[in-house]
């Protein structure tokens, strides 16, 4: 698989939808995030034509002057990214951190992609179902 098949819009779709069943181990209090991020990558699948890679995918939204329309698919592959990277930061932090609790590797990817882009109710809301996660023996069974 060369770069420019990752870069394709359905190869990044199939991956996240990988990714979001991860998300769905977290437990009851990230059922929300997973199902918001899964949201986004419909909507991104469903704006991107077979052949599409990110960028031809983007530069047509911007010929179009739809880039900035909140229902673009520029907008939710912005989100996608977030999402992404917080994943990624996760496990870094997963793995570098060891321990039974996964808080700490969580609180720190919340913080990195989101936090700047969320009210303080949100923020709020987050740092509250910290506690509700899984240890990181049950998610590895999961």
Not at 19 to 31: A, Q, R
């Amino acid at each position: 698989m060369g770069f420019e098949d990752l870069c394709r819009s359905i190869t990044l779709v199939q991956g996240c939808r990988v990714g979001s069943t991860f998300v769905g181990y977290l437990g009851l209090p990230f059922k929300f995030a997973q199902l918001e991020f899964l949201s986004k990558v419909n909507d991104l699948n469903k704006g991107a034509r077979a052949d599409d890679t990110l960028e031809t995918l983007i530069d047509r939204e911007i010929e179009q002057n739809l880039a900035k329309k909140h229902y673009s698919s520029s907008r939710s592959l912005i989100r996608v990214k977030r999402s992404t990277i917080m994943l990624s930061v996760m496990f870094e932090q997963m793995v570098t951190r060891g321990g039974n609790s996964i808080v700490g590797a969580v609180s720190k990817s919340y913080e990195k992609p989101f936090a700047a882009y969320h009210g303080w109710a949100t923020r709020t809301a987050v740092f509250a179902s910290l506690p509700a996660l899984p240890t990181r023996a049950k998610l590895m069974v999961a």
